[in-house]
């Protein structure tokens, strides 16, 4: 079993017009780049593949991608875009569920992991990853850092949105290290907003790497985004990459 909260069909149904700016070229080129090169001639596993925003386009590339996914209702929107003999698709979770062949890529992306809610389960996640890789193959995550500096003494929340059409905060539990992202959603003209929450587990890059470290897994590179641009104490997200020894 997995902590992580499954999506819903209305959820599916509307999440890649919510996610118009993510699925642009002007950001989803550097993504595709930079796993283009990863993956080589190999093939490519998607954790979390979702309705596809980033495997769909990986396989239009050349790289063959197989996905898991959780939510059959978000693999369901992925199978209007493209056929199962195209792009496999595993329903289950990215802990523990096993799919046939080896990888010179696995990766999880759009702060993905941290939909699993304990570190046992994160633990799990890279030793999936590093069960599925080929020798040299690489595992790649793409996570946000929590903006804990943001926080005075006694707060718990941080608005991460205000626009005309969304009201957005996070709220922090320190101790177990979860966050809960608050959605405040205008779908009309009429004034009424949709309320909806997600609950994530945030981890720091050193938590990442020894849990790359307990699945055998070697770090190799830590950029600011997909562009590369070197990572800081001043960067908000972090794209990381292990290596499975040879």
């Known amino acids: 079993m997995t902590s992580s909260e499954r999506w819903t069909r209305a959820t599916a149904d509307r999440y890649d017009a919510e996610e118009t700016e993510n699925s642009s070229s002007a950001v989803l080129n550097p993504t595709l780049d930079f796993l283009t090169e990863l993956a080589g ?5 998607e954790f979390a593949i979702g309705t596809g925003r980033v ?3 990986l396989r239009e590339r050349g790289v063959p ?7 059959e209702h978000m693999a369901a929107v992925l199978r209007r875009k493209v056929d199962e003999s195209t792009l496999p698709v595993t329903i289950g ?19 993905t992991i941290s939909n699993l809610l304990t570190q046992e389960e ?6 999936n990853a590093a069960r599925h890789l080929e020798p040299g193959g690489r595992f790649v995550i793409e996570l946000l850092l929590p ?3 943001s926080l005075p003494p006694g707060q718990t929340a941080v608005p991460f949105d205000v626009s005309e059409r969304h009201l957005g905060f996070d709220t922090f539990d320190l101790v ?3 966050l809960v992202s608050h959605h405040f959603t205008r779908d009309g003209n009429d004034g009424r907003y949709r309320r909806g929450n997600s609950r994530h587990r945030y981890a720091w890059p050193a938590e990442l790497d020894l849990m790359a470290r ?10 600011a985004d997909w562009d590369g641009t070197p990572f800081t104490q001043d960067s908000t997200k972090h794209i990381s990459v292990w290596r499975k020894p040879t």
């Open 122 to 127: 994160q633990v799990e996640c890279f030793r």
């Open 65 to 71: 991608v197989v996905g898991i996914e959780l939510s």
């Open 147 to 149: 903006p804990l500096r």
């Open 55 to 57: 495997g769909v386009p």
């Open 176 to 178: 177990e290290q979860i």
């Open 41 to 45: 001639d190999g093939r490519a596993l």
């Open 214 to 223: 307990i699945a055998g897994l070697e770090r190799e590179r830590r950029v």
């Open 93 to 111: 979770d990215m802990a523990t569920t096993a799919v046939p062949g080896g990888f010179t890529l696995v990766y999880l992306v759009y702060n």
